[in-house]
């Protein structure tokens, strides 16, 4: 997975090659984060750099810096999909949010 932690808070990165560098976008923020270097002793320099920058923001403006998340979201699939989902979760004794929950829990850590 073309992730980077850094500071305790997840940063995606990319390649632009536009500009032949990569990029970090740091994810789960409540506000934008982003940070460029051409390698990655640079993504992880400028990166603490942008990090600390964005946490010293939030602390001034009184800000949580992480975003809440519910634990819910909303899911649309083909019909087929759906069924073969409900039959797969079916078939581990799971109901389909519980068979859905683990499927996305073990892609998420495989990533």
């Not at 990029?23 to 600390?52: C, K, Q």
């Not at 797969?88 to 996305?104: D, K, M, P, T």
Request: aromatic letters at 10%; hydrophobic letters at 45%.
């Amino acid at each position: 997975m073309n992730t980077m932690n850094i500071g305790g808070y997840e940063a995606v990165i990319t390649f632009d090659p536009d500009i032949q560098m990569f990029r970090g976008e740091f994810v789960g923020l409540n506000g934008g984060a982003d940070f460029y270097a051409a390698d990655v002793a640079g993504l992880r320099r400028e990166g603490d750099v942008s990090l600390r920058v964005f946490l010293d923001a939030c602390e001034r403006r009184g800000i949580e810096p992480r975003k809440r998340f519910s634990g819910k979201f909303s899911l649309r699939v083909d019909p087929a999909v759906h069924e073969a989902a409900v039959v797969a979760a079916a078939a581990h004794g799971q109901s389909l949010n519980q068979w859905a929950a683990e499927a996305i829990r073990q892609a998420a850590r495989a990533g």
